[in-house]
C-alpha cells in the first residue's frame, strides 16, 4: 500500500509538472483509484482468509493469492497508462 501511495503522488506530480490534458487527469485518477481499491479489497480478504484459519490451507491459499493477482494485474495496468501518458511528454524533452 505504501508503494502504491508514492507511485500514486509521484504520478499525480507528474501530471502538474507535464500539464496533463483533462481526459489524462481522468485516466491517472481512475487508475489510482482501482489500485487503491483492489489493495483495500486484498486486505480484506487477507483479514478474512486469517479469521477464518491461520493453518495451511489450500483454499485459503487461492484466495490470498488471487486477491493479490489482482492487485498486481492492476497495478500493471496503470505502470502502461503512466506510460502512454508520459513517456511522449518525457521523449519530448530530449
Ligand atoms: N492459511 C494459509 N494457507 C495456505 N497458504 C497461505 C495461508 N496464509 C497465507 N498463505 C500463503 O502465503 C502467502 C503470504 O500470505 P500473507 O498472509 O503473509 O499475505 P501477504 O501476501 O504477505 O500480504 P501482506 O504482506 O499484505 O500481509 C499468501 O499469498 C499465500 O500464498
Redesign the pocket.
Known amino acids: 500500500m505504501r508503494i502504491h501511495s508514492v507511485m500514486a503522488l509521484i504520478a499525480i506530480a507528474l501530471g502538474f509538472i507535464f500539464h496533463v490534458s483533462h481526459a489524462e487527469w481522468l485516466a491517472l485518477v481512475l487508475v489510482i483509484g482501482f489500485v487503491m481499491i483492489l489493495e483495500v479489497i486484498?486486505?480484506a480478504v487477507?483479514t478474512l482468509?486469517?479469521l477464518y484459519?491461520?493453518?495451511?490451507?489450500?483454499l485459503?491459499?487461492i484466495a490470498?493469492?488471487t486477491a493479490?493477482a489482482a492487485v498486481l494485474c492492476m497495478a500493471i495496468v496503470s505502470v502502461i497508462v503512466g506510460i502512454i501518458i508520459f513517456a511522449p511528454k518525457v521523449l519530448a524533452l530530449f
Open positions: 486484498n486486505t487477507e482468509v486469517d484459519t491461520e493453518e495451511f490451507n489450500h485459503a491459499k490470498k493469492d493479490a
